[in-house]
């Protein structure tokens, strides 16, 4: 990336802090997952990575590309919303999968002790989707 | 000459073209079919006549149509004078059978379908005996015997004549095929497939070093056809055939194929001591025994089967003398034969169809009620043996003036005429039998029906042959010389020897033999008449011999025994070894250049090896590091590479107990190829390799729910046995997977000159108007390929389906995994049944997300598509991409409730896909460019601006619809199993349940 002397010094400066925040931030969701010792603790390290982590990445992104190309580039918007809207999607999935496991295998916390599924809560009529 | 041409061709194809009209008259018009058949072969007669006086000259007419001309392969017809000479047997007993026929089959019988084969079986034989071209001969050879399987199972309901059909056509049939081998082989030692020029190649044959193999593959041909021992056996069973047929194939036609095409190849093969030693005693052999045996038959058919057994013998024999005079009398023999035989096949049908059985035991005295039948069977039963003042005796006495002859000097020669006179007296044993005990003796009481003559018209066939017989046997210089000679002549050219066709010789020694035949003959009928009368069903002797049981023993062993064997040797159902196979054979055929470059020695090999390997990774432009190794070694890169190896040898370690872990790995190593080619600026790979990627585990991942359970308590993979068979396939793996990326690493590390690789990216703009070079190459400059691999998607896709259709899981994948189970349980204590699964559903949130992102991933979809021509996307790209909005949606909603919503039809889309392209390649002809040639400019469209618009766009559209229909089918295919298993365990359970009630009940 030789593009980066070609930036004005306060983008060249602000592109680089952003990269190297979000970089450090899913760094430290990386060491987490590592670290922590349950999944349920697990689950949630890495979504450091994926919401400010990424977050600063697309951000530094955003004011490289807006800088360098002199014109507003912010198409990254609708990166971070598709991976905001979609990465607890894989965390629901993957913690519920395992809770249930541990249900059959009885591992898990008990029921009473456990926070209640979301279909506990949210009960059929109270969801606007359609029913048949 | 005159032109021959159109002539030929018709008597070729007129009973083929009649045969066709046939077929298609409606089952009633009996007369309308026998009428056209009968015409059909008077015509061809009467064709035969006209070229009779060319004939008689010594002319040979030709006609030739080109076929394949680059391979020495013409149609050619070629009509010498044996040609000539069979061509009227065959039109003329043709003629005379579609007449009798007409009067024997009864009216419950369909008479088109009958005529449509005989005609067809007409042409055929025709087709065998005025060829002019080895491999054409053998094409109608073979469409002979297919058409006497379909005569003889003509009553297919009956058990008899389908398993006598199938033992012919078997027997015939692998003749038809070791012939044609023979056939190539004289065409290769002559160096033409023409007869013209096989006939006229003099010694060359003989003396060639293939000889014995051609010689042997023919006479293997010709000898089961003509039914010779030890392959007699097939035409006694094909007696079950309506007796016109038996009148025309068995006497005349088909069983004379065999004698027809060794008198045609006796000129250019018989000149040989080998030649002798396999027809001479193969034709003594089935003389006698056919002889012998047919003085025992009981049935009327079965006696003239094995009597044609021995007569065909007798003319084998005669061919394998080698002299021409025997050949003479071996074609003579051949046209008295089909005369006579022919009557008395007619003379059966006729007591068969009068009196209702054919069992010599039961009939008797039959001359009373049917006088003229006899008087005609007589006349023909004693040409048959060989009885003065007849066709037969004439042919007779020259076969045995020639047995005396010497030939080839040994005691089997010499023992030759005592042979000729003991077979002799058997035929005029089973001939006096067949009109003692048939017309003469106490009259038989319990017939099925009251015997009397039949219509004349049914008579006058036999009449005429039988008065054929009569003429010749009188006047023989006045009626058969002629045709005779044409026929000789036809065969040996300037060999022809003088013969006389004089009744009386004076007193010969072949006088004495006849006399001692026919006395000998009458009282061997006398000493065995009790023994025959009473009810032995065959033969004193060989009734232990049976061919048709060695027959039925040898396919049994064949199709039965070997095949099982050979299909535990080298079949199996299991997967893992089909695999196996693959692999290692695979990687042989990679090992084979090294190896044959090394001369197959091992220690070469691995040195070889060696050397390539320094040459490639030792090599100084690798130590001196030129720019593009230093690129490779990045440290990112090389991360990313260890984490996808990782995942690789992970994927592998686990693939036994742990499925699920093993696919989760192998995607993550997919995902570093992925990362690898956008590393290395490939956009459009990577983003094909990640789709790829997505689409083929989940796809993987909902086929792995059916598979059975594997854990490590299993104990017989604990055995010693087990570890070993893991520990090759270990071995083979690694050896193959070292290979692959040896190989690679080859190939991508060889000195690179200009490729074709930059001529396409100079070339992608300007002429396909595509700045993205692997669309344009996709889609344009290799626009056949990829209609090709679009196709082969396509039937893969279809494959999936069918076999997934008829897959049924093993039992123990039966029940729903435990946490299905557990769910169901949970959501049933709470939630009414029936309700959209997403309410009672653990997917809550996920489902709403995924169903709100459908249309966005449709969009996404279009996106990529459209802009492929220019950037990353494609036809390819986009059709995934559809496909993974579809897949999502079953995931999350299952696949009641996405088809209770959504139409898909996957095969309309494969099918409208692979039309599209193939017809944007077809429009390109339309402006008289060639097949798939893209247009392309730049159209101003309202909302998107300036757009390019390729015709390679709609050809992309039919990628796109393709690759879409092709996933979603296996996707489908996948999905409905789970329904389908549930449905089937629901209804077993209601059975089981209904069982319990009525077991209550009781």
Redesign the interface.
Known sequence: MIAIKTLPDWAALLTAFLVLAGAALTMIGAIGLVRFRSFYERVHAPTLGATLGIGGVLLASMVYFSVSETRPVVHEILIALFVTVTTPVTMLMLTQATLYRDRAEGKAPKITDAPPLPADVITPDRTGVRQD | MPDAKLPLTLMLFLPFASSAATALMPAGARNLVAWLAGLTALAVFGLGLWAAPEIYAGTVLRAQYAWLPEYGLNFSIRLDGFAWAFAMIVSGIGALVVLYARYYMSPDDSAPRFFAFLLGFMGAMLGVVISGNLIQLVFFWELTSLFSFLLIAYWHHKDAARDGARMALTVTAAGGLSLFAGMLIIGHIVGSYELDVVLSSGRTIVDHAMYPAALALVAFGALTKSAQFPFHFWLPRAMTAPTPVSAYLHSATMVKAGVFLLARMWPVMAASDYWFWVFTPVGAATLLIGAFLAMFQQDLKGLLAYSTISHLGLIVLLLGLGSPLAAVAAIFHMINHATFKASLFMAAGIIDHEAGTRDIRQLGGLYRAMPITATLAMAAAAAMAGVPLLNGFLSKEMFFAETIESHVDSAFDHTLPYLATLAGMFSVAYSLRLIDQVFFGPEATDLPRKPHDPAIWMLAPAALLALMCLLVGVLPTWTISGFLSAAVFGVLGALTPEYSLAVWHGLTPALLMSVVALGGGTLTYLGLKDYLSGAVEGPPLLRRLSGKRLFERAIAMLSWRWARVLEELLGTNRLQSQLRALVVIMVLAGCWPLLAGAGFSPAAALASVGVWLGNTWLSPRWLTSSAPMVGMFDPALLLVWAVGVACAVGAAWQAKYHRLVALILMGGSGLATSITFVWYSAPDLALTQLLVEIVTVVLILLGLRWMPRRDELIPDDQLTSARLRRLRDLFIAIAAGCGVAALAFAVLTSEQTATIGDEMIRRAHPEGGGHNVVNVILVDFRGFDTLGEITVLGAVAITVFALLRRFRPARDSFAAP??KR??TEY?ST??AP???P?????????G???RL?FP?ICAMAAFLFMRGHDLPGGGFIGGLTFAIAFILQYIAGGARWVEDRLVVLPVRWIGAGILLAAATGLGALLFGRPFLTTAFRYVELPLFGKTPMASALSFDLGVFALVFGATVLMLIAIAHQSIRVYRTMEKASVREKAAARSRGDV
Do not use: C, E, S, T
């Open positions: 435990d946490q557990f769910q959501d709470r939630y029936g309700k959209d997403i309410n009672a559903h653990y997917m809550l949130v996920q709403v997300i995924i992102l966005v």
